[in-house]
Structure formats: structure tokens, C-alpha cells
């Protein structure tokens, strides 16, 4: 089994910062590429940032110069810093990772999602 957790949503003003986290934990062997994605009202899901294990990152459009992606390997952790966060971001962020587990099994894995909400 592989649980993906995240943590760190709520309730922010527009400008506001957050910081959201990722744990990855089970029979995880290794965590290869780690990505956010998020889902706003009555939208698709789209992807927000991702980062390969040797620290990588790609952001999408809409988040990038406001939003920093991370990770701590050894934690099997990954970070998402939200700044100067705006009512558009408004939606649910997931996190998803693809590893390999001890039995060599290659999969993603998606967390249960955690609420962010962005008021003018």
C-alpha cells in the first residue's frame, strides 16, 4: 500500500500565502516525478507544478513566479509555497507521484485532495 496525504489548505484573503504539503508513505520504494494539480468549481483538473527527483520544476502559466514547487527525498516529502494568491486559484490541489514500490511496481499515486479558497 502507498498513502498520499496532503495537508495545508484553507482560508486565505487575495495576496495571501500558503504553504501545502505532500507525504508520500508505504511500501514506497522510490518516488521518481512529483506533481500538484488542482481542480477549480466546474473545471477540469489541471496540472499546476511538477518536479522530478533531482529537483527539476515545470509550472503552468497561470502559477508561475507566484508558486514554488519542492521536495525533501529523504522526508519523501514535496512542498507547494503559494504567494500573492489570487481568487482564481480557488480549487482543490492534489498530489500526485509516481514511484516504484519494493516489489518494483511502477504507479502514480494521488492524494486525497486538500481545500484551498482564495476571498477578494
Known amino acids: 500500500q502507498v498513502h498520499v496525504v496532503e495537508s495545508g489548505g484553507g482560508s486565505v484573503q487575495a495576496g495571501g500565502s500558503l504553504r501545502l504539503s505532500c507525504v508520500a508513505s508505504?511500501?514506497?520504494?522510490?518516488?521518481?516525478?512529483m506533481g500538484w494539480y488542482r481542480q477549480g468549481p466546474g473545471k477540469q483538473r489541471e496540472l499546476a507544478a511538477t518536479?522530478?527527483?533531482?529537483?527539476?520544476?515545470n509550472y503552468a502559466d497561470a502559477v508561475k513566479g507566484r508558486f514554488t514547487i519542492s521536495r525533501d527525498n529523504d522526508k519523501n516529502t514535496m512542498y507547494l509555497q503559494m504567494s500573492s494568491l489570487q481568487p482564481e486559484d480557488t480549487a482543490v490541489y492534489y498530489c500526485?507521484?509516481?514511484?516504484?514500490?519494493?516489489?518494483?511496481?511502477?504507479?502514480?499515486?494521488w492524494g486525497q485532495g486538500t481545500q484551498v479558497t482564495v476571498s477578494s
Open positions: 500526485k507521484c509516481e514511484g516504484v514500490t519494493f516489489r518494483l511496481t511502477t504507479s502514480a499515486y
Open positions: 508505504g511500501s514506497i520504494f522510490r518516488i521518481d516525478n
Open positions: 518536479i522530478t527527483r533531482s529537483g527539476s520544476t
